[in-house]
């Protein structure tokens, strides 16, 4: 079955750095666009970004662009999301999630991971 | 960035009646060349992550029972649960997937 593992969420000081990552299973990850998806406490869900199947397409958040980077390496079917210059509003839980073939939509979502920026 | 507007808030049901959660987006979902509307309805229950229900409006995710169905077109759609079992109980919310950045709801919980 579809399994999706993120790990690699911790405590961060501000403006330090954090790479995320999401290990797939179950599926042919290569041909799959994915995405990262966060919830900070008592906020709703937040769209972060988006890489296609092949990378060559890449979207982000205007909340995060230009800080985080999405990337991918379909050989170790893993997908991964490097933070940096974080603030104390980026505290969350990250989720990644599996985009749907034919939708786009985030049709499989991992447990999340924990991030908390605090000095 | 299309703002998604959800209500109610919460519902408080009973078992085997029917919910029904609306989503307003501030823009139309429906892309003409397909002739599908872009939202989406996901479930998530406590500890849990998300899990999608609906798709396109009206097309239910793999597995998904029949009691869950998805209506709706251009700016204005409706989640119905109908014959409401304690297993639904959750967070519903909406999202749209007709561009970037993808936009959620801010969620319906149903309770029993």
């Known amino acids: 079955q579809v399994q999706l593992v993120e790990s690699g969420g911790g405590v961060v000081q501000p403006g330090r750095s954090l790479r995320l990552s999401c290990a797939a299973s179950?599926?042919?990850?290569?041909?799959?666009?994915m995405h990262w998806v966060r919830q900070a406490p008592g906020k709703g869900l937040e769209w972060l970004a988006v890489?296609?199947?092949?990378?060559?397409?890449?979207y982000y958040a205007d909340s995060v662009k230009g800080r985080f980077t999405i990337s991918r390496d379909n050989s170790r079917n893993t997908l991964y999301l490097q933070m940096n210059r974080l603030r104390p509003d980026d505290t969350a839980h990250f989720f990644c999630?599996?985009?749907?073939?034919?939708?786009?939509?985030?049709?499989?979502w991992g447990q999340g991971t924990l991030v908390t920026v605090s000095s | 960035d299309i703002v998604m507007t959800q209500s109610p808030d919460s519902l408080v049901m009973s078992l085997g009646e029917r919910a029904t959660i609306n989503c307003r987006s501030r823009?139309?979902?429906?892309?003409?060349?397909?002739?599908?509307?872009?939202l989406a309805w996901y479930q998530r229950k406590p500890g849990q992550p998300p899990k999608l229900l609906i798709y396109?409006?009206?097309t239910r995710a793999s597995g998904v029972p029949d009691r869950f169905s998805g209506s709706g077109s251009g700016t204005d759609f409706t989640l119905t649960i109908r014959n409401l079992q304690a297993d639904d109980v959750a967070l519903y919310f909406c999202?749209?997937?007709?561009?970037?950045?993808?936009?959620f709801g801010a969620g319906t919980k149903v309770e029993i």
């Open positions: 999630a599996r985009g749907s073939p034919d939708a786009a939509v985030l049709d499989y």
């Open positions: 179950g599926f042919t990850f290569s041909r799959h666009g």
């Open positions: 890489i296609s199947y092949d990378e060559t397409t890449i």
């Open positions: 823009q139309s979902l429906f892309y003409r060349p397909k002739n599908k509307n872009y």
């Open positions: 396109s409006a009206s």
């Open positions: 999202q749209q997937h007709y561009t970037y950045p993808f936009t």
